[in-house]
């Protein structure tokens, strides 16, 4: 069964806006981590963020992590059409396991 | 540094027939992680080969197997193919097992049974 569970499954946002998307999972992890894939690509990686650690930063995202609640949150900020792309949590505990992912559109 | 590579990148099969992907880690990572994505079921884990020994296994049926060589190249194979083996097939490597670190994904091979 799938770990992570992203909401919403689906974002539509104008050109500037904020999007933030949410994961949650059941057990206890080592990191969480955040992956984009373009329509029918490979993934790429994003961040990583321990579960020591409770915000990252990378250009225009942020992540936040609350374990005793277990849930993160991926803000990207002044998105862009470019940033039109699904987006994954996986989180790692013996081995990565995804979620079904939150497929964001962004209107020009 | 090179990228994580596939081959093939698409393939057309039929029920019955065994199929053999390929991945080739970028260089100095020892693990590789095959994925299996389907729109219904998304991304669900294969398998993890570090160092030549599998080190996890996701649910999938025996038909599935995979192996990694020396040089940390992998391939996975899967006999008797059904047409709900049709997907995306994934591979990830990274610089350790078990999720420690990122993982850096190949194109994918898009594998349809007919």
């Known amino acids: 069964s799938q770990q992570g569970e992203e909401d919403p499954q689906a974002l539509s946002i104008q050109e500037g806006e904020n999007a933030t998307m949410n994961c949650s999972y059941k057990t206890s992890i080592n990191n969480l981590q955040w992956y984009r894939q373009n329509s029918g690509r490979g993934l790429v990686h994003l961040i990583l963020?321990?579960?020591?650690?409770r915000e990252k930063h990378s250009g225009r995202l942020r992540v936040t992590l609350d374990t005793s609640k277990k849930s993160s949150s991926l803000l990207i900020t002044a998105s862009r059409a470019a940033d039109t792309a699904s987006y994954f949590c996986a989180t790692a505990r013996a081995k990565l396991v995804f979620g079904k992912g939150t497929k964001l559109t962004v209107n020009p | 540094k090179a990228g994580v590579t596939q081959t093939p990148r698409y393939l057309i099969k039929t029920r019955g027939q065994q199929v053999t992907l390929s991945c080739s880690p970028i260089s100095g990572h020892r693990s590789v992680s095959w994925y299996q994505q389907t729109p219904g079921q998304g991304l669900q884990f294969l398998f993890e080969y570090f160092s030549e020994t599998q080190r996890n296994k996701g649910n999938f049926p025996g038909r599935f197997s995979g192996r990694q060589f020396s040089n940390s190249r992998s391939e996975m194979n899967v006999s008797t193919l059904e047409l709900g083996d049709s997907a995306l097939y994934l591979c990830?490597?990274?610089?350790?097992?078990?999720?420690?670190?990122?993982?850096?994904f190949g194109p994918g091979t898009r594998l349809t049974v007919t």
């Open positions: 990830a490597s990274s610089l350790a097992a078990g999720g420690v670190y990122e993982q850096y």
């Open positions: 963020i321990r579960s020591n650690e």
